[in-house]
């Protein structure tokens, strides 16, 4: 019951790299952006226009919008908190972009500073930028299963605050499991519940590995129609404002997991394979992908 063909929107150029201590040279991340795009992928999230207080690592998006080579048909998603951020994005002339909240108040607040509802005030003028400068707007939902300060989250206010993203605009919403705790019974209800809400197309699902069950979680929520899968290169990340949080699933991984199922997604597990490796030694680091650990090993 699985679909014919699965959207994979890579994040490794933000999500992966936004927790990195080290600054990361804007050559490093343009070189890593054009090396996924050219591998096949459709959609690479390529940073974010956030407090560089916040978050220091990208901080200079700007300029890596700017060096990064356009490929035709492929998106480059920046992430955009308020209307401050969006004028960067329309300076840098991103076409795309993503707004985020959370399903925790507590996660909302340390990660923006504001309350859900705040979050949502700040996200109106965004939008109406947005349509006015014909931008594409994706939306995130933090914590769809447990925050780090709160426990767990009923999957009733993940559908709740999804919906409320789609009714803005948004042309779909990534449920992120931010500090990767969830199990397939639990993103399966999860699922199910956000799907009594807003349609399952509208969806993707957006999993860190910290506790290893992306690809399992992954495998259970492709059963119940979701099909647009978030991941990041050799596995990189982490959320600032989510400690212990582990990367995001590994491209490498999800790619042999479709191929092994025969379901179409479009990227180059070689090519993908070798921008991992090379992003992996200018941060001086091991891939977290096992798939990558394991075919650099052939
Ligand atoms: P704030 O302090 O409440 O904002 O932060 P403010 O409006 O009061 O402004 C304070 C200062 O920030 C001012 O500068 C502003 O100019 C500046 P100062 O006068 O002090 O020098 N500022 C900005 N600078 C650049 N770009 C901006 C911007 N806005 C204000 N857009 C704010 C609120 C949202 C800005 C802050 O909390 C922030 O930047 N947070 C970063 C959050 C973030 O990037 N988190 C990681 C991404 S989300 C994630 O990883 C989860 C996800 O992967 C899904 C999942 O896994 O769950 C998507
Ligand atoms: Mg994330």
Redesign the pocket.
Known sequence: NYPRHVRLVE?GPR?GL?NEAKPVPVQAKVALIDALSAAGHSAVEAG????????PQ?ANTDEVMTQIKRKPGVSYPV????K??MN?AIEAKCEEIAI?TAASEAFCRK????SIDESFARFEPVMEAAQKHGMKVRG?V??VIACPYDGKVAPAKVAEVSARLLRMGCYEV?L???IGVGTPGECVAMIDAVAEKVPREKLAA?F?DTYGQSLANILAVMERGIAVFDTAVAGLGG???AKGASGNVGTEDVIYLMNGLGIEHGVDLDAIAKAGREICVALGREPASKVAQALKAK
């Open positions: 994040v999500d936004q974010s226009f956030v407090s560089p207080k916040w978050v990208m992430l955009v908190p308020n401050q951020g960067g985020f990660n923006t500073n504001c995130y933090s914590t990534s992120g499991d931010t957006h860190h959320c600032p404002y």
